[in-house]
């Protein structure tokens, strides 16, 4: 069983491009969730979705970012329009129903220059 | 919004001494866990506790949590070199799965 998967890895953006960031859960996973991470700090909570629902999207703020999880396909973060405040590492994290344990993935690197 | 807090902030021992980091959180959970994060890496799931429990072993492992003073500790024993990473402590809320709150996690060293 594979686990969490993410990419890009790294991924390169000028001020003002948009990000797309992608993350398959694991087989048999139908939550995921998507947390920021700066440097030297604790993982910060973004969205919580299930299949082609948003269960919990307080942590993320209101404009410029979007996150889906369609019914077929990985899910996806998408950061229109970025600023250097959004270079992070961005984590994607799923989980079986019914479970608090959740397993995350690689992370996706964001580098705004 | 509540947030976990580890202490210390950064541990340094040597090889085979037991290392103990410390949690603490402000509202009520449903659960805590305990997750590692060696360098520039996801995060790996050690343990969880349900809020009825008070200690939990795993390996080398040893979680405590202690609900009326809104903390938990983590006791590695016979630390290893491979130990070396953050760990952070995480809580979760809900009756079911919901995003996790995170501190700023313990940078563990540990010297050979």
């Known amino acids: 069983n594979a686990g969490v998967m993410q990419n890009p890895r790294h991924l390169v953006r000028r001020r003002g491009q948009e990000a797309r960031l992608r993350c398959s859960p694991m087989k048999g996973h139908s939550h995921v969730y998507w947390y920021r991470q700066l440097p030297e700090e604790g993982l910060k909570f973004m969205v919580y979705l299930q299949k082609e629902n948003i269960i919990d999207e307080s942590g993320m703020p209101k404009e410029r970012f979007s996150a889906e999880f369609p019914k077929e396909g990985p899910s996806i973060l998408r950061i229109q329009q970025v600023v250097r405040g959004d270079s992070a590492a961005y984590f994607c994290?799923?989980?079986?129903?019914?479970?608090?344990?959740?397993?995350f993935g690689p992370g996706t690197r964001l580098t705004v220059t | 919004s509540q947030q976990g807090e580890e202490d210390p902030q950064a541990l340094s021992i040597q090889e085979g001494e037991n290392a103990t980091m410390n949690c603490s959180y402000k509202t009520s959970i449903n659960n805590l866990q305990w997750y590692r994060q060696n360098s520039g890496r996801g995060l790996v799931h050690l343990i969880l506790?349900?809020?009825?429990?008070r200690e939990k072993h795993s390996g080398r492992l040893r979680v405590t949590l202690d609900t009326s003073k809104k903390s938990s500790s983590l006791l590695i024993t016979a630390s290893r070199a491979a130990d070396t990473a953050s760990y952070f402590c995480a809580t979760g809320l809900g009756g079911g799965a919901d995003g996790l709150t995170f501190g700023k996690g313990t940078h563990l060293i540990i010297q050979p």
């Open positions: 994290a799923s989980s079986p129903p019914h479970s608090y344990e959740q397993y």
């Open positions: 506790i349900r809020s009825n429990e």
